[in-house]
């Protein structure tokens, strides 16, 4: 098994998506659909990158990056944070709080799969 | 004070003197007078016994003679008739001749028995030397005493005429100076008034000329000073009228005037109203029932006709006007009606209306005087008119003002609400935007996402349909995406949420960033772009980056969209003093002139693209227009088609159509 990459995205089409798009490309991908759980999934699974939604119900990918990085188990996973346009003030605080990179949606997958491969080499 | 104050005057001098010449005549003038008639008595005297003497010598000679020889040889008879013959003269009162021996030898016949008191003369008579004897005559003294008389009667008389014309001086001297000094007393008077003041009166001087002199210098100061208080007093109620801005104010002034001070017995003035109404508005001296019979609609229409002159209208024989208007004026004890119009140039204000009881009351003078004063009456109406109006007109402005800031504020609020509402709704729209841009993102990346991976052939291969129905969805996804991206572009830009990052940057290597972008739909196409770069190097302008390639990367579809597969695109760069120019030169059709003005307005797209099935969203010259502008340039299009001027295309050596977009940005 290859690296693990953990989604955490609202949109079940988006996950479905990427899933089948990292799968394919021999990642290992956990998911979650909202933010808490992406946060607890994150320190259960460990996983090498995580793909974080900025906009999400309960706890926004923001609020949930800062929590991953408070935490030192989850402190040191990357992080590529998934936003729209409109959305430049969120991925400035995303990088703030750490996230290493984003990507404007929609993408094309390609575009991701390139991203992720670079930082997980 | 000046009544008091004595001056010498020349007058007085000359009373004085006459004083001093009368003392030195009466002085001078009696002894002298007397002494004269001492020596005039004297000279009487000496000159009758002169006469005396001389006429006894004569006498005695004569009578030597004839008598010598009678006194010799006497010869009586004829002695005694020469004798005879002498005492003939009534001066002589007794004759006698005697001889030596004092024996008498002949004699007269005696007038008088008493000698007494008479003359005696006695005269030797000689003959051959020798004394033969004498004779003696007794004169009568009477003669020398009636030429005494005569003598002292002249002298009297003289002394008399002396006296007379002494006196007569004397009285002249006095009288001449009581004359003097009642002229005196006039003299100081007209001093007095000399010096302006005209309270001086000269007191009774008497029932002569000098006297009706001083009554009528009295009666004409009276009349100076009469006038003088007159002209004070109409010279300082114009003043106050012509200060004064109310009207009421000014007639009350004027008809408290001329009853009051001028001695009219009534008083009105009419006023020419707006609308050449001609009205009463101010009265004074009038009885009610004057008043109530209609007198002053009388009074009125003589005013009114006076009106026709520019001058004043005096009336005091009423025996020609109607005899209503006599009868009234009558009643009324009026016996002169004083018309003077008021004008200013041209213009007739109304009529000033004296009335009086007596026609002396008003001479020419005075009416003369009124005339003047009724000019200054005008003014200061005309001025009081027009004060009037002004704060008419300013009360008329302040209240339209009142109720323009009125309205104006409530357009104010209503603005002020309205646009309070527009932001909202301008806000909630922004919201609305991004909301919905980004609930149609997260479908769209699946869209996007699962036809991308589908046409890869990720999920096995398709047939020629399905990858043409797929690569449609995919092609009309993005069309969707560039929609909302540029959606929600525009609307940032609008809400102002855009805060440009200005920075000094290359334009040139910013050009070649966004061609770089285009590779892939130029290579499509075949198209060929080629930048021509300024002939003089470009100064580094200052811009955001992001934005500024956001314009070059708009402009740019757009040319690629037009531009006819193989042709060339051509992006021309230059310094224009003030401003760096950018142009962007397309090989397509041209615009037509009507879609130039709406060019760069969102959603605009040209009819003929639209015909063409161009695929656009209308959005992107908005954007690129906003943003050209939002760094201060300025952006705009030009195109042959119907160009006079094909000018400007001459750099482009093909001398094709297309359609030339351009924008400046400030250094």
Redesign the interface.
Known sequence: MGKKVLIV???P??V???R??LE?NSFGVVSATEGEEGVKLAAQEKPDLILMDI?MPSIDGNEATRRLKDNEITRNIPIIMLS????EGDVAKSLELGAIDYIV??????ELLERVKKILG | MGKEMIESSPARLRFTLGFKFIGVLILVLIPMMLASGLIMVNQVRQIVTEDINKKSKSYANFLAKVSRQGVKEPDLIILKRYIGEISLDKDVLYILVADTKNRPLAHSDKKTENLTGALEVTLPIFYKGERTGYIRIWYSFSRVADELTSGVQHILFLLIGLFVVMMGLIMFVISEQMIFNRIGIIIKGMKQVQRGDLSTRIEKLGNDELGYLALQFNQMVKRVEENQQELTLLFEVSRAMTAALDINLIIDMVVQLTVGDLQASSCCIFLVGDGMGFNIRGSRGLSDKFINSNGISLLEDLAQKSLMYNEPVVLDDFRHTNPGLQSLLKQENIAMVINIPLLIGDRKLGVLNINAKDSLTFPPERIELLTAFARQLAVALQNAQLYERTQQFSKELEEKINIATTDLARANERLRLANEKLQDLNKAKSDFI?IV??EL??????????T??LL?G?TGALDPTQKDFIDIINQN?KRL?DL??NL??LS?IEAGRVELKKEPLDLEKTVHGVIHNFRTLIAEKKLVIRVAPSAEVLPPIIADENQLARVLTNLLANAVKYTAAGAEIIVKLSDKGDVVQVDVLDGGNGIESRDMTHMFERFYRAPKAKAENIVGTGLGLAIAKSIVEMHGGRIWAESPIGAADKEFFSWDKRGGSGAKFSFTLPK
């Open positions: 995205d609202d949109e089409g988006v479905k998506m990427v089948f798009l394919k906009m729209a346009l409109g959305q949606k929609p993408f094309h997958p390609q | 991004a841009s980004h993102r997260s479908p769209l990346t699946s869209i996007l996402g699962f991308d991976l890869q990720e996804t995406i909302i991206n929600l572009n940032k």
